[in-house]
């Protein structure tokens, strides 16, 4: 534990891993921010969290095998160094420390522990929800609704534990009259010649940097080199069945919707009243009807084997009997933002259109990241980028 | 040289066939059609009734066949409600027009219904045929 009082000597006090490890971690905690409202940037949001986890867990490493200052056992202080650090910023005793100070400690190891709960709680939705990453099928849907929340609650506990750590930065900053800041990115302080100088391990810095810069290319090369008529899908959703005729009836004049998308009393009464299929004349024969059916009854959203079938059934009463896909209150609330204008472009034109934004529209499985809006960019999209940037020329 | 020829005559008796197939379908429909009491089958009569406009008793608005199939047979078509493109009408240019008597009843009786607000009769199928392989 060193406590010195400033010094004339520059001493290397973060070596390379920790200062890469903190400006990565708030790096991918700026980026899960930006990206968790929007889900068509969940792929992003992923990202970021999977970066998240990992570093966390590097850190959990080198604080036990880093360098001195690193160390968690440089920095375990008992309640009464928190709360006499404290009180001593008020008085006349204002110590000094070259590691972190007793209550920037605490933060530390409550930012980790709140980090590793925000991310392992954000692994089960996306398991439970999405059906992706390691935990995807071993929670249900219903199951991943607490961890949602507890996801959506610890992250604003983390930000505002981040806004505290900042907050005591500057107050340290200001007090002792130096960048608290600027030393996270050198690395050094100035100090007497007790507190021992670390060594800066580049190499180990620097392999962070590339692992991260190899999960990026791997994450987001698919933007730059799938092609125009083929756009890049981030997430393949779970495989759900396909059928022939139900291809080749319904595409013959619209999308086949997958009969995972509307419960089976639905496509039931669809197929029923098939001689007034929206004011047309299907002209279905029996055994072809009852094909689509046995399809649609297997398939059907009540089974619920996918998160739109899951979020479509549970949107809808019991005593409804939709006809139409965007009738049900979700499909409702997921296509409210979406301008009257944008509907009546070339490439839409219809709400029936699914496919002219979802790139999964066919095989059912609308993947959150898998939609775009055809002529428009994420520079068109999303207000603070435009804000920043203007919109991109066309 | 070789396969390049080969490759030339196997197109050329692959779009002879085609052209076969769909003679025999269309004289085998419009055979039927004569044994149901149709006439004789008129290119331009077909035409007219292709361009001709019919209110829709429900929504008032006016549909005739070019309504989806666009007055250009050679090119493609668009569903009037969902949007969803229709290849082109034309043997001329879709060589899978014409050659599959199921498809075509299909559509006859769809299509008739959804424009005429009726089935069609024999003698106006017939017509409709008759117009529809000349394009």
């Known amino acids: ?79 009464g160094a928190v709360f006499g650090y404290i009180k001593g910023l008020f008085g006349e005793d204002m110590r000094r420390y070259i590691g972190h100070n007793p209550a920037g400690a605490w933060a530390i190891f409550a930012l980790i522990g709140m980090g590793l709960l925000l991310t392992i709680s954000g692994l089960f939705v996306l398991g439970g929800e999405e059906r992706h990453g390691p935990l995807a099928g071993i929670v249900s849907f219903r199951q991943s609704v607490p961890f949602r929340e507890t996801h959506e609650f610890v992250a604003w506990m983390l930000l505002a534990l ?30 007497d010649t007790a507190s021992p ?45 396909m059928n022939d005729p139900w291809t080749e009836a319904c595409s013959e004049c619209h999308l086949d919707f997958h009969p995972s998308l509307l419960p089976m009393r639905s496509w039931e009464k669809l197929l029923a009243q098939q001689e007034d299929h929206f004011g047309d004349d299907l002209v279905l024969d029996e055994a072809t009807v009852s094909d689509l059916l046995a399809y649609a009854r297997k398939n059907s959203a009540d089974l619920e084997q996918s998160e739109p079938a899951w979020r479509m059934n549970s949107n809808i009463a019991a005593s409804d009997t939709p006809l139409r896909i965007t009738e049900v209150s979700y499909w409702k609330r997921k296509h409210e933002e979406i301008d009257a204008q944008v509907w009546k472009r070339n490439e839409i034109k219809s709400k029936a259109n699914c496919g002219a934004c979802h790139l999964d529209a066919k095989q059912g499985t609308f993947e959150d990241a898998d939609m775009r809006i055809p002529g428009e960019t994420a520079f068109d999209e999303i207000e603070w980028l435009k804000a920043l940037f203007g919109t991109t020329p066309k | 040289m070789k396969s390049r020829f080969g490759k ?48 829709d008793a429900d929504s008032g608005k006016e549909f005739s066949c070019q309504t989806c199939h666009t007055a250009d047979l050679k090119k493609p078509g668009k569903h009037e409600k969902t949007g969803k493109v229709i290849d082109p009408l034309a043997p001329s240019v879709n060589k899978e027009r014409l050659t599959d008597i199921k498809f075509i009843n299909k559509w006859f009786l769809r299509n008739c219904k959804q424009v005429l607000g009726r089935e069609c009769t024999p003698q106006e199928k017939g017509d409709f045929l008759e117009y529809l392989k000349g394009q």
Request: net charge neutral.
């Open chain 1, 162 to 191: 981040v806004f505290i750590h900042f907050c005591g930065v500057i107050v340290e900053s200001l007090f002792h009259r130096e960048n608290l800041v600027g030393a996270m990115f050198r690395g050094t302080k100035l100090a």
């Open chain 1, 1 to 79: 534990m060193e406590k010195d009082q400033k010094g004339g000597q520059s001493v290397l006090v973060w070596d390379l891993p920790t200062r890469v490890f903190h400006w990565l971690l708030v790096t991918a905690f700026v980026m899960a921010w930006l990206s968790y409202e929007d889900n068509r940037y969940l792929d992003v949001h992923t990202f970021a969290g999977y970066t998240f986890f990992g570093l966390l867990i590097f850190r959990l490493i080198w604080g036990v095998f880093g360098t001195h200052y690193a160390r968690f056992r440089e920095f375990s202080y008992g309640p």
């Open chain 2, 8 to 55: 030339v005559v196997v197109v050329a008796l692959f779009m002879a066939l085609a052209g076969q197939v769909q003679a025999g379908v269309v004289d085998t429909l419009q055979q039927e059609y004569k044994a149901a009491g149709a006439g004789h089958f008129s290119a331009a009569k077909g035409e007219q009734m292709w361009i001709e406009k019919h209110k």
């Open chain 1, 197 to 241: 100088s670390v060594r800066p391990h580049r190499l180990i810095g620097a392999t962070i940097v590339t692992v991260v810069a190899a999960y990026v290319i791997a994450s987001f090369a698919g933007y730059l080199t799938a092609p125009a008529e083929q756009p890049y899908q981030p997430f393949k959703g779970p495989e759900l069945a």
